[in-house]
Nanobody, 126 residues
Framework: QLVESGGGLVQPGGSLRLSCVAS????????IGWFRQAPGMEREGVSC????????NYESSVKGRFTISRDNSKNTVYLQMNNLRPEDTAVYYC?????????????????????WGQGTQVTVSS
């Protein structure tokens, strides 16, 4: 089970921190990813992190602005989003999958993820 929180309305240039509490996934090696879907658009990968936290990956448009991290003691993955832009407006989902962690990388490919949260809305607007 995955539960996202932390979305909201923010002005351009502002920041938000999304949280994803994950439970019940029993694989030894897996990745947790953040995806987003804007109205009328395909769902796209934003960032992912391995279960150990040692491996991360970012979509090019968010590099340098977003940071993914995890606190295993709380079973929580965070997405710190800084310098937000109107084009970041979307529903943000977290997902978990064992196939998303391969060859020392976590991949932002939807088929690699098995379980999904319900999403949290992020709106960037003045």
């Amino acid at each position: 089970q995955l539960v996202e929180s932390g979305g909201g309305l923010v002005q351009p240039g502002g920041s938000l921190r999304l949280s994803c509490v994950a439970s019940g996934f029993t694989r030894d090696y897996y990745a947790i990813g953040w995806f987003r879907q804007a109205p009328g658009m395909e769902r796209e990968g934003v960032s992912c992190i391995s279960n150990s936290g040692a491996i991360t990956n970012y979509e090019s448009s968010v590099k340098g602005r977003f940071t993914i991290s995890r606190d295993n003691s709380k079973n929580t993955v965070y997405l710190q989003m800084n310098n937000l832009r109107p084009e970041d407006t979307a529903v943000y989902y977290c997902a978990v999958g064992a196939r998303a962690l391969r060859f020392g990388l976590c991949v932002l490919s939807i088929p690699g993820y098995e379980d999904w949260g319900q999403g949290t809305q992020v709106t960037v607007s003045s």
